[in-house]
């Protein structure tokens, strides 16, 4: 049977764990994303193209919108657990009747609720640049929930293997970064080389922008399923190894 209370007891802590800094945890992203924003659309809207019929402006708010969630997805459950490891109170999380799978599940919910609210937040203060009402809704949310859930599970796995701050940093700067930057969030990849193109088509976050843009313009540089497939495996392999590792109590029970 499910412990629902302490499903949802933990639950509540990660909730309250961002919602009580949200100027840092929702505010601060939704400002980043913007004056991305102001900037790239006011030096490039004149000079790209990458759909036809829609600006670069508005091309560039998906994109914006979809690698804020998945950094504060990743940042959300990383930095809880480290915080709990570095400070020792990691062991009030694991004393109570609580299954690996409980444990994984709140922390994935937690890290996906931060990125939608995130992503929520850059959609609306950005709305001004031309963004259409989305074309495909459906897409847009399953690509928005789906890319938070892939970064939440990485974020668990890095916060488990991560034994201090500057390793978490180190993550974050050398593999969370490189992905979310060279998947296409400013430029569309038909615009590549074919080299790069190849590149970009091996980084599982590429598929999450583009499938989310999909969903606002009904344009793509892939097929939605096939993004869709990479995104959902991605996820179920990502979150089984956070899993496995609560499971396995590595790094976690001293």
């Not at 640049?129 to 859930?149: D, K, Q, S, T, V």
């Not at 190849?198 to 344009?219: C, E």
Request: aromatic content about 16%.
């Amino acid at each position: 049977m499910i412990n629902t209370t302490g499903f949802y007891t933990l639950f509540k802590k990660e909730l309250l764990r961002f919602w009580k800094v949200a100027f840092q945890t929702v505010a601060a992203p939704v400002l980043t994303a913007l004056l991305y924003q102001l900037i790239f659309s006011h030096v490039l809207s004149n000079h790209v193209e990458a759909y036809p019929g829609v600006s670069y402006a508005a091309f560039l708010i998906p994109g914006l919108a979809m690698m804020s969630m998945a950094q504060n997805a990743f940042a959300n459950g990383s930095s809880s657990l480290i915080q709990s490891k570095v400070t020792g109170n990691i062991v009030f999380i694991l004393l109570p009747p609580l299954t690996g799978f409980e444990f994984t599940a709140a922390y994935l919910l937690a890290a996906v609720c931060r990125g939608l609210l995130v992503g929520a937040g850059v959609l609306v203060v950005t709305a001004a640049f031309g963004l259409p009402w989305p074309a495909h809704p459906l897409w847009a949310f399953a690509f928005g929930a789906l890319g938070c859930g892939v970064l939440g599970a990485l974020g668990i796995i890095a916060g488990i293997w991560a034994e201090k701050f500057d390793q978490l940093a180190a993550f974050q700067n050398f593999i969370i970064m490189p992905l979310t930057f060279l998947s296409g969030v400013f430029y569309s990849i038909s615009s590549l080389p074919p080299l790069w193109r190849a590149v970009s088509h091996a980084n599982p976050v590429f598929y999450m922008i583009d499938g989310f843009r999909f969903g606002f313009f009904g344009q793509a540089d892939v097929s939605p399923w096939l993004s869709f497939a990479v995104v959902g495996v991605s996820f179920l392999v990502l979150s089984g190894i956070a899993l496995r590792l609560i499971d396995a109590g590595y790094k976690l029970r001293h």
